[in-house]
T-cell receptor, first 116, second 115 residues
Framework: NAGVTQTPKFQVLKTGQSMTLQCAQDMNHNSMYWYRQDPGMGLRLIYYSASEGTTDKGEVPNGYNVSRLNKREFSLRLESAAPSQTSVYFC???????????????FGPGTRLTVL | AQSVAQPEDQVNVAEGNPLTVKCTYS??????LFWYVQYPNRGLQFLLKYITGDNLVKGSYGFEAEFNKSQTSFHLKKPSALVSDSALYFC?????????????FGGGTRLMVKP
């Protein structure tokens, strides 16, 4: 199993450009998440998808959109990138509900994004 | 609303000595608590969790954590630190009425273990 995979690993954008960060998981998890990591601020939730077909805003959703393409894939789009979106982005997934509803989240390796 | 505080940006410890990384939390319901570790240029790896039951939770790599409800704390501990334990550690909390399993993370504590 590859676990959670993310592409690309690195990206440099100019202000105003758009891009999509891709995430996929092969663990049959129902929930998926996008976080950003900034120094001293831990991880902050951007958007999440509790199950296929649903998405909800997290703590810092402004400037982002998401698509839960199917159960495996959850993409994050920056429509018009800004320098404040320079960060490391992590995708995560977890299995929620059933016999063990409090499962941990599994994280991808991250995408390091710089917006000039 | 749920929140987590990690009061120390960095913890320094000598190899072989015990280590503690502190975490306090705030939730309106029952807390579910997690510790993760992040090595340089990597994603977060799960270490351990407290859901219910015994207040002392044992996890990966010899780490353990003690849940203290009265002090709303969940400190990470290890009896004997290794240089390879040097990494960034995150505490996270989830409330029991959180249907989306959303976690709130602390700001992280960098653990430096010196030989």
């Amino acid at each position: 199993n590859a676990g959670v995979t993310q592409t690309p690993k690195f990206q440099v954008l100019k202000t105003g450009q758009s891009m999509t960060l891709q995430c996929a998981q092969d663990m049959n998890h129902n929930s998926m998440y996008w976080y950003r990591q900034d120094p001293g601020m831990g991880l902050r939730l951007i958007y999440y998808s509790a199950s296929e077909g649903t998405t909800d805003k997290g703590e810092v959703p402004n400037g982002y959109n998401v698509s839960r393409l199917n159960k495996r894939e959850f993409s994050l789009r920056l429509e018009s990138a800004a320098p404040s979106q320079t960060s490391v982005y992590f995708c995560a997934s977890s299995s929620v509900g059933g016999l063990n509803p409090y499962n941990e989240q599994f994280f991808g390796p991250g995408t390091r994004l710089t917006v000039l | 609303a749920q929140s987590v505080a990690q009061p120390e940006d960095q913890v320094n410890v000598a190899e072989g000595n015990p280590l503690t990384v502190k975490c306090t939390y705030s939730v309106s319901g029952n807390p579910y608590l997690f510790w993760y570790v992040q090595y340089p240029n990597r994603g977060l790896q799960f270490l351990l969790k407290y859901i219910t039951g015994d207040n002392l939770v044992k996890g990966s790599y010899g780490f353990e954590a003690e849940f203290n409800k009265s002090q709303t704390s969940f400190h990470l501990k290890k009896p004997s630190a290794l240089v390879s334990d040097s990494a960034l550690y995150f505490c996270a909390v989830r409330e029991d009425n959180n249907a989306g399993n959303m976690l709130t993370f602390g700001g992280g504590t960098r653990l430096m273990v010196k030989p």
